[in-house]
């Protein structure tokens, strides 16, 4: 069936180091690929996406390219801020007929000043 | 435009209950997911509903069901409550087609004593 496989964490960074979070999936045919975020007390925010192979999905500094040899689909920031801190969701949509994303369990990011 | 608005947004009732959750998605957006977030499974997909027929779902017991309106507001509806049904549940709102963005609302907490 289809998963997503995502490192758990927590991560727990320093201002400004350099953040991955990696992600791997299971699926048959072509998935889309998406990074979420949740904030505490929050609902989940689209961070970025990617729809097919090769592609680089970008926003806020955060990047992921979908890997379809390695099907992979990291998250990177180059610089990580005390905002950054929350939890990030790799996911993924199998059925082109709807749209149910199927979640990793999530990485709980803190940043510390 | 107005977000994706879930009511209630906490909720405690008692084991043997049922409850009523509700969505009201974008403007203009047909399809409306259902989502359990809780600390041991994540997130997983409940069902989704568009132009108010059930489009997909996922692997609940058949005390989860939902509805959707002509206006394209959904209900959630578990009945006969256990303290596992005590979890986030997260309503997502898109136009429905393929490889289109999900939008969350901010969820509704429910918790069973």
């Known amino acids: 069936g289809n998963s997503v496989t995502q490192m758990e964490g927590p991560v727990t960074l320093s201002e400004e180091a350099f953040l991955t979070i990696n992600c791997t999936y299971t699926?048959?045919?072509?998935?889309?690929l998406f990074w979420y975020v949740q904030y505490p007390g929050e609902g989940l925010q689209l961070l970025l996406k990617?729809?097919?192979?090769?592609d680089k999905g970008s926003n806020k500094g955060f990047e992921a390219t979908y890997r379809k040899e390695t099907t992979s689909f990291h998250l990177e920031k180059g610089s990580v801020q005390v905002s950054d801190s929350a939890v990030y969701f790799c996911?993924?949509?199998?059925?082109?007929?709807?749209?149910?994303?199927?979640f990793g369990k999530g990485t709980t990011l803190s940043v510390s000043s | 435009k107005a977000g994706v608005t879930q009511t209630p947004r906490y909720l405690i009732k008692t084991r043997g209950q049922q409850v009523t959750l509700s969505c009201s998605p974008i403007s203009g957006h047909r399809s409306v997911s259902w989502y359990q977030q809780t600390p041991g499974q994540g997130l997983q997909f409940l069902f989704e509903?568009?132009?108010?027929?059930?489009?997909n779902k996922g692997n609940f017991p058949g005390r989860f069901s939902g509805r959707q309106f002509s206006n394209s507001r959904s209900e959630m509806n578990v009945s006969t409550l256990e303290l596992g049904d005590s979890a986030l549940y997260l309503c997502?709102?898109?136009?429905?087609?393929?490889?289109?963005?999900?939008?969350f609302g901010q969820g509704t907490r429910l918790t069973v004593v």
């Open positions: 990617a729809t097919k192979a090769d």
């Open positions: 509903y568009f132009s108010e027929t059930q489009r």
């Open positions: 699926a048959t045919g072509y998935p889309s």
């Open positions: 997502a709102s898109s136009p429905g087609t393929a490889n289109t963005e999900a939008f």
């Open positions: 996911a993924l949509i199998s059925n082109q007929a709807g749209t149910a994303l199927i």
